[in-house]
C-alpha cells in the first residue's frame, strides 16, 4: 500500500509540474504574440505616423498584417490555469469575462484587416490605420491588461 500511494503522490507532482511547465510555455508564447503586435505598432507605425522615419507603403502594410496575423488564435493562449505564474500583465478580467476578452481580440483582427489596405495607401491612410488600431488596442487594454511599472 505504501509504494501505491507513492506513485499516486509521484504522478500528482508531476501533473502539477507539468501543467505549470505548459502555463509557462503559453504565458510566453501570447507575451511573444503581443511584442511582435506592440514592435510593430511602436517600431513602425507610430514612428512612420510621428515622421521619425520615413513612410513606406509595404513596410506599412506589413505591418499592420504582422498584428493581424499575431491576433488570429490570441484568445487561445488563456486557457484556465494560465493566470498564474510567470510574469504576466494578463488581468484576471480575461478568465471572468473571456466572451468580452475574445471579443476584443476579434475586433483588433477585424480592424487590422480593414486597416492594411489603408496602411499601404499613403502617408494619410496610415495615419487614419494607426489611429483606429491604437483606438481598438486601448480598448482592449484599459480592461484585460495589469499596467506594470
Known amino acids: 500500500m505504501s509504494k501505491l500511494?507513492?506513485?499516486v503522490a509521484v504522478l500528482a507532482l508531476l501533473s502539477v509540474a507539468g501543467t505549470a511547465f505548459a502555463a509557462g510555455d503559453v504565458i510566453k508564447e501570447r507575451q511573444d504574440k503581443m511584442k511582435a503586435i506592440g514592435g510593430a505598432m511602436g517600431k513602425v507605425l507610430v514612428k512612420m505616423v510621428k515622421g521619425e522615419e520615413p513612410?513606406?507603403?509595404?513596410?506599412?502594410?506589413?505591418?499592420?498584417?504582422?498584428?493581424?496575423?499575431?491576433?488570429?488564435?490570441?484568445?487561445?493562449?488563456?486557457?484556465?490555469?494560465?493566470?498564474?505564474g510567470g510574469d504576466t500583465?494578463?488581468?484576471?478580467?480575461?478568465w471572468s469575462d473571456m466572451a468580452g476578452f475574445k471579443?476584443?481580440?476579434?475586433?483588433l483582427e477585424?480592424?487590422?484587416?480593414?486597416?492594411?489596405?489603408?496602411a499601404g495607401k499613403d502617408?494619410?491612410?496610415l495615419?487614419?490605420?494607426?489611429?483606429?488600431?491604437g483606438?481598438?488596442?486601448?480598448?482592449?487594454?484599459?480592461?484585460?491588461?495589469?499596467?506594470?511599472?
Open 135 to 149: 483606438a481598438t488596442c486601448k480598448g482592449c487594454h484599459d480592461d484585460y491588461r495589469i499596467k506594470k511599472n
Open 55 to 84: 513612410y513606406d507603403a509595404a513596410k506599412a502594410k506589413a505591418a499592420v498584417e504582422t498584428m493581424s496575423t499575431n491576433i488570429k488564435g490570441f484568445t487561445d493562449l488563456f486557457p484556465a490555469g494560465s493566470e498564474k
Open 110 to 118: 477585424q480592424v487590422a484587416s480593414v486597416q492594411a489596405a489603408n
Open 5 to 7: 500511494k507513492s506513485a
Open 123 to 125: 502617408l494619410d491612410g
Open 89 to 94: 500583465e494578463a488581468a484576471p478580467k480575461i
Open 127 to 133: 495615419k487614419a490605420a494607426v489611429g483606429a488600431l
Open 103 to 107: 471579443a476584443a481580440a476579434a475586433k
